[in-house]
């Protein structure tokens, strides 16, 4: 009964989890499996990074993830050289009639929280994110205080303007679940683009479509999507992998092993499935992995490599060092047997 009650748990989760892509679709077009990664994040618990040029819609998909969920604080962090920590965890204030400091909480109290132009925070600023981050908490003036939940985080980053920004520190790349980009839409899509804001901006004519009650039942059914014990040993030699490789300085730690696992589940889930299947850890090592990953400088410059084709060669390399797991039971070995 138990495993019954989980499966329609799952299902049920599913469907949820699909309308919520469905209406964001309505509003960033032709990237829906970008917005399935974003959503996969926020079904797994984790934060995204978004990485890509302006113009691409990156504040528009994490606006529309708010709008598109009843009931959700939405909070915006526009982030500056002048940004101070206290910007985004708040700080106490003196009350003379009370004659005691009050605190006044800053935007990072929120479900969800857009922080824009990440790099260009000065470190200090950034570092006012891990905690919140990594354990949906903030300490400020000695006092722990719990953030919302659920409590998941949009940075936004522009790779291409270097002048006046702080690269992300390891420790911080790592803790965000998985990296990803929009990219420029089709010419059919643009087109379609240019029609819908004749009027206004579609992002005004968001309707919620789930309730955080939603989201949290979405987050609780990953847990119930199975992954078999050969997928996970399989997932952990892939990581392992990165750590061997000669041109990875610094590989992927325990933490991307489950986080792998976990958006593995998530994907899984996004997808109507109450398992996870090799292609969900094929198609997320990338973006869950490459980020956490201190490529040694030589192998992507005598490469001529991007970073995305840096990443891809990585991947390719891992998967032959530990080959998708073959099963003892198979269909075809079924049939080869009668």
Known sequence: MTEI???????????RAQELLRNIETVVLGKSDAIALVVAGLAAGGHVL??????TAKTVLARSIGASI???TVNRVQCTPDLQPTDVTGLSIWNPQERSFEFQAGPVFAN?????????????AQSALLEAMAEWQVT???????????????????????????????????RFLL???????SAEDEVRILEEQLHGHPLTRVRPVISLEDVAAIVAAVEHVYADALLRQWIVDLVRVTRELEVVQVGASVRGSLALERCARAWALLHGRTFVAPEDVERLFVPVI???????PTFVVEGDLSREAAAEQVYRTCLERAPRPQPEWSPQADADGA
């Open 50 to 55: 978004l990485e890509d040029v302006p113009g």
């Open 70 to 72: 009843e009931g959700a």
């Open 179 to 185: 990296r990803t980009s929009l990219g420029y839409p």
């Open 112 to 124: 969800i929280l857009l922080v824009d132009e990440i790099n260009r925070a000065l470190p200090k």
């Open 290 to 296: 490459a980020h956490r990953l201190l490529l040694d």
């Open 140 to 174: 400020v003036d000695g006092a722990t205080r719990q953030l919302p939940d659920p409590f998941f985080l949009i940075a936004t980053e522009n790779p291409i303007e270097q002048e006046g920004t702080f690269p992300l520190p390891e420790a911080q790349l790592d």
């Open 5 to 15: 009650a989980n499966a329609t748990e799952v299902e049920r989760a599913a469907g």
